[in-house]
């Protein structure tokens, strides 16, 4: 999982030419981690992605600004708590304890990526149209539950819902999408996994 | 299965596929181990898990980033308060900053990549730019300078005014007499990336884009009040009904009689367009003779001379400080050539008769080139290189 100050090589690309493409960059990994920390501070999904755009509608206008900043990731984290609690100045206690947040718990490990790299075609391109079939806030609880980890707790305050609601909507959508994936296409890649399976068997076998 | 759907939405079982809990990492692990036969299914639950993770998030990041772009193009598309010439009234220019942008693409074909070409360098819009080319053959450079004369011409005095625009006046109102018998010609030329405002002696007012030369007596003293135009102007003609007043552009009259017009004959086009807006004109040409009604537009090509009610609006955006675009790709490229003052490069020679593509959208003339071509390039449909004065249009 890529850490914020990792990107900072996407950032002065952006700062010096205004990439797009750096400013995607940059704006998925902030985006997901500002997702996460605006919920567990008790904000509504709404607000959070408003905060979210705002800063980097501002990013995107006042880019010829931005030059002096050293730690990009430091000044995108006090810049997104300052507009969601809508403060001009944050405390020197309130910034330490900003900046010593923690990253999301992490999402796919190296082994799941490497699931993802194989399968990608088949299952995900199917599974991708039937998530865009979903309504948006089914959609955006799936990614609050599973890609971010939040608890349903979280995600009934984050969504002004029940918690009760907030399960069942999540349940529903990953029933239906359990269902339109089918059978067929799982079975295949248990297969496609077992022969690999059974390849490195032989292999092991014929090199003892 | 159902039972398969509750481990799917159960936190521990989430903690286990991605790795966030030790306890409960380890707890599935054992369960696993001792029960080898439901391992398939787990492994299956797992890549669920991971890959529903994945695209639900790609699809909440792609629409909070598209609600982004809107906003994005919504503030650029409000008109900085830039010194821009075609502002007649200021405040009501201020008030009228909102216009929207939308991108609306007619797909044909599509074959495009989905990336977006970083630029080395940008150009910015056009601005007041003119030449003056007096009877005598002076030329005279109408950029640089503040207000004031100008020149002299035939008992006129020429002069530029606070809002940049060329007005022809008398100085002393004593002095009419038959002293002008000959016509003295003026000629103001406006180069690409230029845009300029110019009064004549009638007080006819006359808008010219970029890109356009219109040549003119000083002093109307015939019978007919007649100036000749390439490029693209707009008019305001001054109500007079013993003198008409005429364009005559690349083999076409425009007869006026006291009228608000736009008349687009750019040589590199294959037409002649004039937009009516008020008034009332008779188009002249090929030996035939057409009236259009206001909201109407003829265009005289090779076939003849069609008359087509239009979006005036669309015809005149030009005069008012943005474009707005309805037309297809070549189209779109010629005139932002003209304001810009670029050179347009097309990478795949062959020109794309089968698979056109049209833009339809509003901006404003006085963004830089990049901010529009960006915004272009976002219906994903074509991609842009500028290289010091050339657009290379890659698809």
């Known amino acids: 999982m890529v850490k914020g100050k990792e990107l900072s090589e996407y950032w002065s690309t952006f700062v010096k030419s205004g990439s797009e493409d750096a400013f995607y960059v940059l704006y998925s990994h902030y985006h997901d981690y500002f997702t996460y920390l605006g919920i567990r501070k008790g904000a509504n999904s709404v607000k959070v992605k408003d905060c979210i755009n705002d800063l980097f509608l501002y990013l995107f206008e006042n880019r010829e600004k931005l030059f002096n900043i050293g730690n990009h990731h430091n000044y995108l984290v006090t810049s997104f708590i300052r507009k969601l609690f809508k403060r001009d100045h944050l405390s020197i206690t309130e910034e330490l304890e900003t900046l010593s947040l923690s990253d999301i718990p992490s999402s796919p490990s190296v082994e799941a990526q490497l699931i993802l790299q194989n399968t990608r075609a088949h299952i995900s391109d199917l599974l991708k149209k039937h998530i865009d079939r979903l309504s948006h806030s089914q959609a955006q609880m799936i990614y609050q539950k599973f890609y971010l980890g939040l608890s349903y707790e979280q995600i009934s305050i984050a969504n002004d819902i029940t918690v009760k609601t907030a399960y069942n909507t999540i349940y529903n959508a990953v029933e239906k999408l359990k269902k339109a994936i089918g059978k067929e296409h799982l079975e295949a890649l248990i297969w496609a996994i077992s022969l690999l399976g059974l390849i490195f068997y032989f292999f092991l076998n014929f090199y003892r | 299965m159902d039972k398969n759907v509750r481990l799917l939405t159960q936190e521990s079982f989430l903690n286990y596929c991605f790795r966030r809990n030790d306890e409960d990492v380890r707890y599935w692990e054992k369960w696993i181990a001792e029960n080898p036969d439901q391992q398939s299914e787990i492994v299956r639950l797992k890549q669920l898990v991971i ?345």
């Open chain 2, 51 to 395: 890959l529903m993770s994945e695209e639900s998030g790609e699809r909440v990041r792609k629409t909070h980033y598209a609600e982004l772009q809107t906003r994005i193009k919504q503030s650029g598309s409000i008109s900085e308060q830039k010194s821009y010439l075609f502002k007649k009234r200021w405040w009501a220019a201020a008030a009228a900053i909102f216009v929207v942008l939308s991108c609306v693409i007619f797909l044909y074909k599509g074959n495009v990549k989905e990336e977006i070409v970083i630029q080395a360098s940008d150009v910015s819009s056009g601005q007041n730019k003119a030449i003056l080319v007096l009877s005598n053959g002076k030329s005279v450079n109408l950029t640089d300078g503040s207000e004031g004369v100008v020149a002299d011409e035939a008992g006129f005095k020429i002069s530029k005014t606070s809002s940049g625009e060329i007005t022809y006046s008398r100085p002393n109102t004593k002095n009419t007499g038959t002293a002008n018998k000959g016509d003295s010609y003026n000629i103001i030329k406006v180069p690409a990336g230029g845009a300029f405002q110019i009064s004549l002696s009638d007080g006819t007012k006359v808008w010219l884009n970029s890109a356009s030369t219109m040549k003119y007596p000083v002093e109307f003293n015939g019978k007919e009040r007649l100036v000749e135009l390439t490029g693209e102007a707009y008019f305001e003609v001054a109500h007079n009904k013993s003198k008409p007043f005429r364009v005559l552009s690349n083999k076409q009259v425009v007869n006026v009689l006291g009228t608000h017009f736009n008349v687009s004959a750019y040589t590199d086009d294959q037409f002649v367009r004039t937009t009516l807006i008020e008034g009332s004109v008779e188009i002249v040409a090929n030996n035939k003779k057409v009236k259009i009604e206001p909201g109407e537009m003829a265009e005289f090509n090779k076939s003849g001379i069609a008359v087509s009610k239009v979006d005036v609006e669309e015809m005149i955006a030009w005069k008012n400080g943005y474009f707005k675009f309805n037309d297809d790709l070549e189209s779109t490229m010629r005139k932002i050539s003209r304001w810009y003052d670029v050179d347009i490069v097309y990478e795949n020679t062959k020109k794309y008769k089968d698979s056109t593509v049209y833009f339809g959208g509003e901006i404003s003339r006085s963004k830089k080139l990049s901010t529009v071509l960006k915004i272009m390039e976002s219906t994903k449909r074509v991609r842009f290189k500028i290289e010091g004065r050339t657009v290379t249009v890659i698809r």
